[in-house]
């Protein structure tokens, strides 16, 4: 058995798509989609939430989501799901076109408004 055959189809399918060292995380994250416990597209498309965006950990408890081991960021979180969703994709065999249009059920975080600065008037004091 050769190395490349080592792996899963899904999982190879992950490795190749993520390949580059900066994308590791996102290749963990699509391997999770590959071994996630759904049955379904669906049910693995609701995996890949629990597992990319922040949760209480603690029920009625919402201070808890902060050690979630989810993604921290917004940004993070929605490649996560994306790369997950991918793994989903390769196990259930969903074309391409139609895992890239998937979104999550969550609503993402606006972007912050910013306030617009206000001028501080400084006197200034002439020496005579």
Known sequence: MLP???????EKQCT??????TQIPWRVFCKKGCGADGDTWEECLEQCEEICYKDPVLKDQQ???YIDRSPGA??????????CVAGCGYKFDIPSEEVDQVLP???TDPTPVQ????SSQHCS???T
């Open 4 to 10: 490349q055959d080592w792996a899963p189809p899904c």
């Open 16 to 21: 190749q798509k993520f390949a580059a060292l």
């Open 63 to 65: 201070w808890s989501a």
């Open 74 to 83: 917004a940004i993070h979180s929605q490649s996560c799901f994306h790369a």
């Open 105 to 107: 059920n969550r609503p």
């Open 115 to 118: 306030e617009p600065k206000q």
């Open 125 to 127: 004091q002439s020496s």
